[in-house]
């Protein structure tokens, strides 16, 4: 039985660019669309259920942060950034409002191939039911996660989704409550490869979730900051039925 492709969309205001990784993508099993613009993106979004996007920052009108923004505001769809900037703030801040990861311009398309595949595996495996050694739902602080939605439970049982990074963060230092992990260490189980040298991604990322958790970076006692080494959890972690 032939397995239906994923569908990516392809958002980028050069003609060029979208057409060369739309083709390259088609010829990897995927099922690639292609939108010039943030409208254009947002039609599409209309009829489409995309597995992944791909979206370049520098874009005229909405760019591509703003796209980020509105689509995290209803939506946990994986995003990937595309930059060609040398400065590194446009990248944080994808980070920081809900991308997955980042490719920097010009790319080889193995990268971004490499890339796409690593963040849909991790979309997958959190998709999955829990195993039966792993409860759906566990305690930590006065929070829950529900594994199997993947959303926080706050202590009024309000929930709230988490991106596929945000969640991916969260259960790796879940399975590894009071023990100090490196920032490389993060980095690696997150995304699959080693850290780039001085890459700041996985700083961003914990201070998004600090910032689900209704903790300040400055003043955040479930995870805590440990100087020159990196980050621990300070919570037990509780099983829940």
Same mark, same amino acid.
């Given at each position: 039985?032939?397995?239906?492709?994923?569908?990516?969309?392809?958002? +980028?205001?050069? /003609?060029?660019?979208?057409?060369?990784?739309?083709?390259?993508?088609?010829?990897?099993?995927? &099922?690639?669309?292609?939108?010039?613009?943030?409208?254009?993106?947002?039609?599409?979004? $209309?009829?489409?259920?995309?597995?992944?996007?791909?979206?370049?920052?520098?874009?005229?009108?909405? +760019?591509?942060?703003?796209?980020? =923004?509105?689509?995290?505001?209803?939506?946990?769809?994986?995003?990937?950034?595309?930059?060609?900037?040398?400065?590194?703030?446009?990248?944080?801040? #994808?980070?920081?409002? *809900?991308?997955?990861?980042?490719?920097?311009?010009?790319?080889? /398309?193995?990268?971004?191939?490499?890339?796409?595949?690593?963040?849909?595996? &991790?979309? &997958?495996?959190?998709?999955?039911?829990?195993?039966?050694?792993? /409860? =759906? @739902?566990?305690?930590?602080?006065?929070?829950?996660?529900?594994?199997?939605?993947? $959303?926080?439970?706050?202590?009024?049982?309000? =929930?709230?989704?988490?991106? #596929?990074? +945000?969640?991916?963060?969260?259960?790796?230092?879940?399975?590894? /409550?009071?023990?100090?992990?490196?920032? $490389?260490?993060?980095?690696? &189980?997150? @995304? #699959?490869?080693?850290?780039?040298?001085?890459? @700041?991604?996985?700083?961003?990322?914990?201070?998004?979730?600090?910032?689900?958790? *209704?903790?300040?970076?400055?003043?955040?006692?479930?995870? @805590?900051?440990?100087? *020159?080494? *990196?980050?621990?959890?300070?919570?037990?972690?509780?099983?829940?039925?």
């Amino acid at each position: 039985m032939t397995s239906t492709p994923a569908t990516l969309i392809v958002v +980028d205001d050069d /003609p060029e660019i979208r057409e060369l990784l739309a083709d390259y993508l088609g010829r990897h099993g995927y &099922r690639a669309l292609m939108a010039e613009d943030a409208q254009a993106l947002y039609r599409l979004l $209309e009829s489409e259920s995309p597995a992944l996007l791909i979206v370049d920052i520098m874009m005229p009108g909405d +760019d591509g942060l703003t796209i980020c =923004r509105e689509l995290r505001r209803a939506s946990e769809v994986p995003i990937i950034m595309l930059t060609a900037s040398a400065d590194e703030t446009d990248r944080i801040l #994808g980070l920081e409002l *809900g991308a997955d990861d980042y490719l920097g311009k010009p790319f080889n /398309p193995r990268e971004l191939l490499a890339r796409i595949k690593a963040v849909l595996r &991790r979309t &997958r495996v959190a998709a999955q039911p829990t195993a039966t050694d792993q /409860p =759906r @739902r566990v305690a930590f602080g006065d929070w829950q996660l529900d594994r199997m939605t993947r $959303e926080l439970i706050d202590r009024h049982g309000q =929930r709230s989704g988490l991106s #596929g990074a +945000d969640f991916q963060l969260l259960q790796v230092f879940l399975e590894h /409550p009071e023990q100090v992990l490196s920032r $490389e260490d993060l980095f690696t &189980r997150t @995304r #699959g490869r080693p850290a780039p040298d001085l890459d @700041r991604s996985i700083d961003v990322h914990v201070c998004r979730l600090r910032q689900r958790l *209704g903790e300040d970076a400055q003043h955040s006692q479930l995870i @805590r900051t440990v100087r *020159g080494v *990196g980050y621990v959890l300070t919570a037990r972690v509780e099983r829940l039925p």
